[in-house]
């Protein structure tokens, strides 16, 4: 399976210590093309001003929500095919709904390891290539 | 309190560390815990309301933490600082999260507030239900932490 590993990635999350482990796990699967956001606010102007190849947002953020941003992404025509993958410390029903209906590319629960995100993010790009 | 609220935070404790941390939690035998003194250095606690209502702190000793932290952002952290309290603060979270999911699985569905994070010797955790509280301790080979789990009003 052909993985850009340079692609560029953007980690939302309003704690920088999440930011930290989710780049150490990404590092750890080979990716180091990484940047970052505190929030849904400040990651739409990132995705705006610069090429973003991937999203990994949590969901529980100040001034705009893990939802809202991909509610953002997706009404929005430049970044509407961006692929999404939502992060949360729950996976209640509701709440994977909500996400499904917005567009969420996948969604991965909190905790997981370097592998099991590896994991969606290939199956993120393949979907994308199929 | 219910005793069926003590294995779903424990397992969730155990996982979220196992994952996160790469740090194999040993549990050992449940107490009641009598007084607010926190059993650590720096404790993360979080409220639930819903089916069942209460609160959850983990009080982790320094040594302890300091490890933990230093697993989970994969450089190493000497001292308690804002990367700590934030850590910890993750870490409660995920753990409400991962319990609050196998508590939902035996029909208990439940909602969590935002965590809060205290740091110094001898700080106290107060339950919003007024105690007492059960103890999870929990041994690793960086030191010793706890869950401090009070939970009730199951309607």
């Known amino acids: 399976m052909d993985i850009d590993k340079n692609m560029r990635i953007l980690v939302v999350d309003d704690f920088a210590t999440m930011r930290k482990v989710i780049k150490n796990l990404l590092r750890q699967s080979g990716y180091q093309n990484v940047t970052e956001a505190e929030d849904g606010v400040v990651a739409l102007k990132e995705l705006r001003s610069q090429k973003i190849d991937f999203v990994i947002s949590d969901w529980n953020m100040p001034n705009m929500t893990g939802i809202e941003l991909l509610k953002a992404v997706r009404a929005d025509s430049e970044l509407s095919s961006l692929p999404f993958l939502m992060v949360t410390a729950e996976s209640l029903k509701d709440n994977v709904l909500e996400a499904v209906k917005a567009g969420v590319s996948n969604y991965i629960v909190k905790p997981f390891t370097a592998e099991v995100l590896n994991e969606k993010i290939e199956k993120i790009i393949e979907n994308l290539g199929g | ?155």
């Open chain 2, 1 to 155: 309190m219910d005793v069926r609220f003590i294995n779903p935070f424990l397992e969730a404790t155990m996982d979220v560390l196992k994952t996160m941390a790469f740090v194999e939690p040993r549990p050992g035998k449940p107490y009641l815990k009598k007084d607010d003194l926190a059993k650590g250095d720096v404790s993360g606690i979080i409220g639930f309301t819903g089916a069942a209502a209460g609160s959850m702190a983990l009080s982790f000793s320094s040594e302890c933490i300091l490890k933990i932290v230093s697993n989970m952002l994969g450089e190493e952290i000497k001292e308690i600082n804002g990367d700590i309290k934030d850590a910890v603060g993750e870490i409660t979270n995920m753990v409400s999260g991962a319990a609050r999911k196998k508590l939902e699985s035996l029909g208990l569905s439940i909602s969590a507030a935002i965590p809060t994070v205290v740091a110094g010797k001898g700080h106290s955790v107060s339950h919003v239900m007024g105690g007492p509280s059960i103890i999870i301790p929990f041994e690793t080979d960086h030191g010793a932490f706890v869950a401090d789990v009070c939970m009730g009003g199951v309607k």
